[in-house]
């Protein structure tokens, strides 16, 4: 009887770990290459973005440019200037006199910039379509400028505090 406990006991444990792996989000699976005297997997062909492992065939081979600036203090300056499709840039600035530059040239862009502080200019100029554009100031004495040639472009401004 004892057997039959233990053995029962070993189909629950490799059942229940068949489930977990079945259903853990985030897991990516290689091909392992076992020809050879190399049995590990072969992951120089994936593409590696935090724990996914992509293959390397699957992924477009269109550039996508991508920028991200953060900056504390006064008076600095932040451009950025994108062309093509599928870019992305986000600044933040913290402090007064700042002054953000955003333009992008193509489609399906994503331009985001955020201020908080004192007299804050942020400038966003859009040339395309299915762009995506946020601008956020928080402060006094806040200015934007924004310029969207092109349709379907989702555009989010917002303002808090005194003009």
Do not use: E
Request: no cysteine; hydrophobic share 35%.
């Amino acid at each position: 009887m004892r057997q039959a406990g233990l053995s029962a006991r070993r189909i629950f444990g490799a059942s229940a770990v068949l489930v977990l792996l079945a259903f853990a989000p985030g897991v990516a699976f290689a091909q392992q290459n076992n020809s050879g005297d190399n049995s590990y997997t072969d992951i120089s062909k994936f593409v590696w973005s935090g724990s996914q492992g992509v293959p390397q065939q699957v992924v477009s081979s269109a550039p996508i440019q991508s920028s991200s600036v953060v900056q504390i203090g006064q008076m600095n300056s932040a451009t950025a200037a994108l062309t093509g499709s599928g870019n992305i840039t986000t600044q933040y600035q913290l402090g007064s006199q700042n002054t953000s530059s955003l333009s992008a040239n193509g489609t399906q862009n994503t331009l985001t910039t955020t201020q908080i502080g004192n007299s804050n200019t942020s400038n966003i100029s859009v040339n395309g379509n299915n762009n995506n554009i946020s601008n956020l100031q928080v402060g006094s004495g806040l200015t934007y400028q924004l310029q969207v040639v092109g349709t379907n472009a989702p555009v989010s401004v917002q303002q808090y505090g005194r003009r």
